[in-house]
């Protein structure tokens, strides 16, 4: 683990259901690296603005609700635990409601500012890999490596609605493509800090791919710039 100035940075971009935050878990175990997990950020600040009732819209989500909303994440023997406001919401943050939230609430220029800020701190005094719709383009423009994950929409609602069914979530897999295609959209039309792919990041397309062969490659790059 390296600290300060020879940190190294790893920025994992790309669609929702892309498989970006479980491959980046693995890969950061296997390098003994630090996980951020950017999405989950903006999924708790969904649940607090669905849970207060507020409706998510940039003139709602004001500077006086947004400083009331204290986002933590802690590293335990279980993994990266967010909190909101003091309170567990690890499970909360995964339902149906916040996933469509956090893509509405990402797009309000003054929650990014927030949570950015957040992001970038959190990066300065350690190995990293972070990942999110912005990160290699706008949260850490200088990491060392910069990876780009994707697949097609079809093998996304797949994953995504096997990842619910065995919680034991309800899931339709026709509506589960539609949040997906809803998200892309939200996310690539946003007028600020879109999702797009950084020039100097490596593509890296998952549809055909294993979790395994996928983890491998990516290890792979982070290993041949180290």
Do not use: W
Request: glycine share 6%; net charge negative.
């Amino acid at each position: 683990m390296h600290k300060g100035d020879e940190c190294m940075r790893v920025a994992i971009d790309g669609p929702a259901g892309a498989g970006k935050s479980s491959i980046a878990k693995i890969c950061a175990a296997k390098l003994g690296f630090i996980y951020i997990d950017t999405g989950a950020m903006y999924r708790a600040a969904a649940v607090y603005a669905i849970e207060s009732g507020i409706e998510i819209d940039e003139k709602n989500m004001t500077r006086e609700v947004l400083d009331r909303i204290k986002i933590d994440i802690s590293y335990g023997e279980n993994g990266q635990q967010i909190f909101l406001c003091g309170k567990d919401v690890t499970e909360r943050i995964r339902r149906p409601d916040a996933t469509i939230g956090s893509s509405d609430i990402a797009a309000i220029p003054a929650v990014r500012l927030k949570l950015v800020e957040l992001q970038r701190r959190l990066a300065l005094d350690n190995d990293v890999i972070m990942d999110g719709r912005d990160i290699g383009t706008y949260v850490l423009p200088d990491a060392e490596v910069k990876i780009f994950l994707t697949a097609s929409v079809e093998e996304r609602a797949r994953r995504r609605f096997a990842e619910l069914t065995a919680k034991g979530m309800e899931a339709d897999f026709e509506q589960v493509k539609k949040d997906i295609e809803y998200r892309d959209k939200n996310d690539t039309e946003r007028s600020f800090a879109p999702l797009r792919k950084a020039e100097d990041a490596v593509l890296i397309d998952s549809s055909d791919m294993t979790v395994e062969q996928v983890t491998e490659r990516i290890t792979e790059i982070i290993k041949g710039a180290m």
